[in-house]
């Protein structure tokens, strides 16, 4: 099946732009890369913020899509188990959305942020998301007595800080993050189930 021209260009600036930066990567490199014209690449965006900002959103939409299917298709014995999975799941989805995630923990968009409000919008919505989903199953663990008395938010906000973190060491090559899964975990439960 034939990709479409929309979608190559997407997927070619998705790369340059994980692997270059915002500022670093030309339109021209992109309609190298695609055999896209300038012409037609600005046809479908307005110009390189409007593409890089299309990019945030399918990501956005992609990783809600595989939460959502995620949690459907499994079923978990207690909040906690669910927290855990979700961090085992994060980690694997950040390996199949490899460019994605590269292009997230790279320094040029929360520049850009800085100065365009679309872009920081976009950016807090995709943390929002990934936060939310730690965060509603903190909540069925609190719900289900598997997790202790905390505030679902904010430890959200931690474990996801603490899984994201190790992903940024192995995003750029600095620690394997998988050889420290099992301390992870660990670490989770001592902070999920409140212990002192």
Excluded: W
């Amino acid at each position: 099946m034939k990709i479409k021209k929309k979608d190559a260009i997407l997927n070619a600036a998705t790369h340059l732009f994980s692997v270059k930066g915002f500022k670093d990567t030309h339109m021209a490199e992109i309609s190298k890369l695609t055999g896209a014209a300038e012409g037609t690449i600005f046809y479908h965006f307005n110009n390189k913020e409007e593409l890089f900002l299309t990019i945030l959103n399918e990501f956005k939409e992609s990783i809600l899509n595989e939460f959502k299917k995620f949690t459907e298709e499994n079923t978990f014995e207690t909040g906690l188990s669910m927290t855990e999975e979700m961090i085992s799941f994060y980690l694997h989805m950040a390996q199949s959305m490899e460019d994605r995630f590269l292009l997230l923990h790279r320094h040029d968009a929360y520049e850009l942020s800085q100065t365009s409000e679309p872009c920081r919008q976009h950016l807090e919505a995709i943390y929002n998301c990934m936060v939310d989903m730690f965060e509603n199953a903190i909540e069925q663990g609190k719900k289900d007595g598997s997790i202790g008395d905390i505030s679902s938010r904010k430890v959200a906000m931690i474990i996801f800080g603490m899984v994201d973190g190790l992903l940024r060491f192995n995003t750029y090559g600095l620690y394997d993050a998988g050889t420290l899964f099992n301390e992870l975990i660990y670490a989770c439960r001592k902070i999920l189930k409140n212990d002192r």
